[in-house]
C-alpha cells in the first residue's frame, strides 16, 4: 500500500472509530432511558425520591475465582500497583470447602457499614462450584439427601440467609451486592432493586449495549429462583436480585450468569428439586425450566466475569461513585478478609441458624 492510500485507511478508520464511538454513547443512553421507564411501568407506585441515588464513596471488595479477576484500571479507580492488589486478593480456592463464607463475609461487612467503620461499600465475588439453597429449599422431604448428591458431583452446599431459592454458583457466575446504610424512613425495598438492576443494565451497555438494550425486568416463569426483578434477554433470565436488612445497614444482591450455559445450570437445580421435593406437587418449589435460563455470553453479551465485572466498575463511576480498594482501606486501618476470626464466628453462627 502507498504511503498516501495508507494515510486514507487510517483515516476512514478513525472516522469509523468516532462513528462506532458515538453510536455506543446513544445506545448506552437509551439502554439508561429504557431502564427507567420499564422498571417504573413494572412497578407501577410512587418511586421514592432516593430512588437510583448512591453514596460518592464507595469501598471495593473482590473475591473472584481465579482467572476470573480483572485487569487493574485507573479509570474504574482501581489500585495502580498490581503487586499491592495481589498481596489483598484472597485466593478463593483456598477457602472454597466453606459455601458460607462469602455470605458471612457481607453479613460482617454491613455491620461495619452500619456502625460507619467502612464505607458504603460493593462486593463483587464469585465461588469455584457449588449451590446455594434457600430456606424454604432446605425442608423439602429429601432434601438432606439432594444435599449430599451435589456434595458427590463436588458441589458444595450451604443455605443463604438472603431471600430466594436455590441457585448455581461457579466461576462464571458474578455475584455482585451493594452495601448501605439505612437512611431515615426507607422502607420501599424495591428502589434498591431497581438499583441494582439498573446498574447491571449499565454495566453490561459498557461493552455490548446492544444486547444492554434488550434487557427486561419482570419474573420469569420456569426460572430458578424466580422473582419480580429478574432480569433477561428474549424472555431468558441471567440474572436475579435478593436483599437481606439488618438494624444500620442492608445489602441488596444480585447473582448474574455471564459465561457457560445456562441450560447445564437449569438441569442441575432442576434434578435437585427432583429429589428434595421426592415427586410431591402439592409442595410450593420452584419448577425449573432449564431453558428459560441463559449466560450472557449466549445472550449477545459480555462472555467472561473480567469483562462485565469492570462493567460494573465503570458503571459505578459514570455515576459520580469513587471507588476505595480493599488495600487502600487497610492502609488507612480497616481490613476484612474471608479468614478474619469475626467472619469465620460469622459462619458458624449462620451455619447453627440455617443448618439444614
Known amino acids: 500500500m502507498s504511503g498516501e492510500y495508507k494515510k486514507q485507511g487510517q483515516g476512514q478508520e478513525r472516522v469509523q472509530a468516532q462513528e462506532q464511538a458515538v453510536e455506543q454513547r446513544h445506545l448506552y443512553e437509551r439502554v439508561q432511558e429504557q431502564g427507567q421507564v420499564l422498571f417504573q411501568e413494572s412497578e407501577p407506585e410512587q418511586v421514592h425520591p432516593s ?24 479509570d474504574s479507580g482501581r489500585i495502580a500497583d498490581a503487586a499491592e492488589a495481589a498481596a489483598m486478593q484472597e485466593p478463593v480456592e483456598a477457602v472454597a470447602g466453606d459455601m458460607l463464607l462469602p455470605f458471612a463475609f457481607e453479613e460482617t461487612l454491613c455491620r461495619d457499614v452500619g456502625a460507619g467503620l467502612v464505607p458504603p461499600s460493593v462486593h463483587l465475588w464469585s465461588h469455584p462450584g457449588g449451590v446455594a439453597l434457600g430456606l424454604r429449599d432446605s425442608k423439602l422431604p429429601r432434601a438432606a439427601e439432594a444435599m449430599a448428591a451435589l456434595e458427590e458431583q463436588s458441589y458444595r452446599t450451604a443455605v443463604r440467609h438472603s431471600g430466594g431459592a436455590a441457585v448455581p454458583l461457579d466461576a462464571g457466575i458474578v455475584n455482585v451486592s451493594l452495601l ?12 434498591d432493586f431497581r438499583l441494582l438492576a439498573s446498574l447491571i443494565t449499565e454495566a453490561v451497555a459498557v461493552s455490548h449495549p446492544q444486547a444492554a438494550a434488550q434487557i ?38 444480585a447473582f448474574v450468569i455471564v459465561s457457560g450455559s445456562g441450560l447445564e445450570r437449569g438441569h442441575l437445580i432442576r434434578g435437585f428439586y427432583d429429589t428434595a421435593a421426592d415427586g410431591d406437587d402439592a409442595l410450593d418449589y420452584p419448577r425449573v425450566m432449564p431453558q428459560t435460563l441463559a449466560a450472557l455470553g449466549e445472550l449477545g453479551g459480555p462472555a467472561s466475569a473480567d469483562v462485565f465485572a469492570e462493567g460494573f466498575r465503570q458503571a459505578l463511576a459514570r455515576r459520580g461513585v469513587k471507588l476505595q480498594p480493599a488495600a487502600g482501606l ?9 479468614t478474619d476470626i469475626r467472619v469465620l464466628e460469622a459462619a458458624r453462627v449462620l451455619r447453627e441458624r440455617y443448618a439444614r
Open 180 to 191: 448501605l446504610r439505612k437512611s431515615p424512613g426507607k422502607l420501599d425495598f424495591h428502589d
Open 216 to 253: 427486561r425486568a419482570g419474573e420469569i416463569a420456569g426460572s430458578y429462583c424466580p422473582g419480580d426483578f429478574d432480569l433477561a434477554i428474549g424472555g431468558r433470565k441471567f440474572c436475579g436480585i435478593a436483599q437481606r436488612r439488618q438494624s444500620s445497614a442492608y445489602f441488596v444482591h
Open 51 to 74: 430512588a437510583g441515588l448512591l453514596p460518592p464513596v464507595m469501598a471495593l471488595f473482590e473475591h473472584l475465582a481465579a482467572g476470573e479477576s480483572s485487569p487493574e484500571s485507573a
Open 330 to 338: 487497610a492502609a488507612a486501618g480497616y481490613k476484612l478478609q474471608y
